[in-house]
């Protein structure tokens, strides 16, 4: 027989299913939705709390807004994140650097502290205090420091080196002869007068000319109206074998020198133009 209420039992079945188009599982007595869902990555708000990574025993991370920060045991820490956050680190416990910045270098030294003298019988020069270089093994009765009369060590533009010999010839006031020196070798002064002895260029405070100073070493050279002796100086760390002006210039050319000019071969010209 046909219902005389067609539209009421329509009405009926569709609220009996509900909005979401869901069927009673009679075996249940539950519900089973039939929509369709589009699912999306959960987002979890950061806490700021840390966090263990057990991958990394010590090592904590920690989350925040801007970024991830992680860091370790031993002192190194790393920040990342989102632009115009800061960057900071620092290195392992025990390392070391050398740079050569705004007239500062770290290199083998920074004070005379930080040098000794190697000497033995074929040696006398300036290493870090902590090396301990093997002696040439030869045997004699005088070592190569007492007989050039070098008693210490010093540091020079971060290069440990022996201290400087007196060589300016142009102070020597007294009527002898200077001795007599083999190629490359200079006498030294007392000032006043010659010692008589005779040394190796490198160890002198000044030279005659370029000419003089040891492969690795730097000529530098005062210039003003009066007459100047040049210096032997050590390659500051960081350099090239033929240093400019931009690396070595703050570094050698010292008050009231300081215009920096480069001239051929491992030589600088400090200039004073009111001198």
Known sequence: MRSPYPCLFILASLLACGPGGSNTDASTGGSTSTSASTSSPATTE???EPTTNPSEPGTTSTASATGTATGTATGTATTTGE?????????EPGSTSASSTGGTVLGQCESDKDCKLQDDCCTCTGVP???NPVPCGLDCKQSKCSELGI???????????????QCDQTKVACDALPPICPEGQLPTITPACWTGKCVPAEYCDVVPDCGFCPQGHLCVQNIDLGPTQPTCEPIPPGCSDDPDCACAGDLVCKD????????????????CPNC
């Open 256 to 271: 009231p020198y300081k215009f920096c000019s480069e001239q051929k071969g491992p030589v600088i010209h400090c200039e």
């Open 151 to 165: 008693d210490a060590a010093v540091c020079r533009l971060g290069v440990c080196e022996t201290e400087r010999l």
């Open 46 to 48: 950061p806490t700021g």
């Open 83 to 91: 632009p115009g956050s800061t960057s900071t680190s620092t290195s």
């Open 129 to 131: 205090s902590d090396e």
